[in-house]
């Protein structure tokens, strides 16, 4: 079993940046494909970005495409997200996950994911 922590969030303007990292124990994220997730007040949580096992393959969605990349680095177990151009409806609870799954193409539905960290804020200022 993999456990997750994030961090990175902040308070940041609108049209900043910020790098979230996902720091993996337990086990190595090699064997995970892995993805981000957010999570507003009183809305649904939603799929922001993710990355197989390897790097190789990326999925975003359609909101944040050209502003986020999701990243990872297998020898340090932990996976990235940079989001840039932030607007304020990006603010959120951005949380990680970790897929049991790891064959294919990075997943998309939450029910996918087996494991997911806490969470850090991301709060972007108008």
């Known amino acids: 079993q993999v456990q997750l922590v994030e961090s990175g969030g902040g308070l940041v303007q609108a049209g900043g940046s910020l790098r979230l990292s996902c720091a993996a124990s337990?086990?190595?994220?090699?064997?995970?494909?892995m993805g981000w997730f957010r999570q507003a007040p009183g809305k649904e949580r939603e799929f922001v970005a993710a990355?197989?096992?390897?790097?190789?393959?990326?999925s975003y969605a359609v909101s944040v495409k050209g502003r986020f990349t999701i990243s990872r680095d297998n020898a340090k177990n932990t996976m990235y997200l940079q989001m840039n151009s932030l607007k304020p409806e990006d603010t959120a609870v951005y949380l990680c996950?970790?897929?049991?799954?790891?064959?294919?193409?990075?997943?998309?539905?939450?029910?996918?994911?087996?494991?997911w960290g806490r969470g850090t804020q991301v709060t972007v200022s108008s």
């Open positions: 996950a970790a897929d049991g799954f790891k064959a294919g193409a990075p997943r998309t539905s939450r029910s996918a994911y087996d494991y």
């Open positions: 337990g086990r190595t994220i090699s064997n995970y494909n």
């Open positions: 990355i197989n096992w390897s790097g190789g393959r990326t």
